[in-house]
């Protein structure tokens, strides 16, 4: 695309190039995935940055202050040919942890992968360092939510019908790791679950070359409130 404009730009201007800021930032564009090849882009955001606009965002949600992640036409159009997600979010299926409304983001802005009981699997981890490669994204966020339905069923049997099963199977770890720790159980365990994932996530991830630059880091929205308490990465 950039070889493309430069050669018809000398063809048609061999002497005198008028200066279009449009078509200046369309080539500066094409220099950029030039540069960084498309599929390894630099990361718009960094992990720090990105966490930020994360909490800035929930606290705009969780005090009920005006949306300014409304999904408009103009939005849809934007981002109708390309995406630049700033954050992968890893959440619970519940209806009620929407991660783009909790964070009060807008389409484009978040790239999410959901199961209940925002528990790790082959595809998540696919789509996972999907993102990281491919979209540059840096940051990774599991979010668990208070009274969840897949952490309770997992409390009160390690087995369940159907695919359920592998459900309740997979947050056993939880289970045992908050046992015999002080407070609420579900609770506990939800914020053990949300903390295994993003260790999973580090762990078995291939995220080559962008491993040093991706910050991983779990957190609990709370159902009541609105607000997502972080945990320490
Ligand atoms: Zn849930």
């Known amino acids: ?3 493309a404009f430069i050669s018809f730009g000398s063809h048609n201007h061999p002497t005198k190039m008028n ?3 449009k078509l200046t930032l369309i080539s500066l564009l094409s220099l950029t995935t030039f540069v960084f090849g498309a599929d390894h ?3 718009s955001v960094d992990a720090d940055a990105a966490l930020a ?4 965002g929930n606290a705009r949600f969780s005090s009920s202050k005006v949306s300014q992640g409304k999904p408009t036409a103009a939005k849809r159009a934007e981002t109708a040919q390309a995406q630049h997600p700033f954050a992968i979010v890893l959440g619970c299926a519940d209806s009620r942890t929407a991660p783009e409304i909790v964070f009060d983001q807008n389409i ?3 790239f999410v992968v959901r199961t209940a009981g925002n528990l790790v699997d082959e595809h998540a981890l ?3 360092e999907y993102a990281v490669d491919h979209l540059g994204v840096r940051l990774i966020v599991v979010l668990g939510h208070t009274r969840c339905g897949a952490v309770t069923a997992a409390l009160a049997s390690d087995t369940a019908p159907g695919h359920v099963q592998s459900l309740v199977r997979d947050i056993q770890p939880a289970v045992k790791a908050a046992k015999g720790k002080d407070g609420n159980v579900t609770d506990l365990t939800v914020a053990e679950n949300a903390r295994l994932m993003a260790a999973k996530i580090r ?3 291939s995220l080559g070359e962008f491993a040093k630059e991706v910050r991983i880091i779990s957190g609990v929205y709370d159902l009541d409130t609105g607000k ?3 945990a320490k990465d």
């Open 203 to 205: 762990n078995e991830a």
């Open 1 to 3: 695309m950039l070889l």
């Open 41 to 43: 882009p630099a990361p």
């Open 53 to 56: 606009k994360l909490k800035e």
């Open 126 to 128: 696919g789509s996972i």
């Open 19 to 21: 200066i279009n800021p």
């Open 228 to 230: 997502v308490e972080w």
């Open 108 to 110: 484009g802005d978040l």
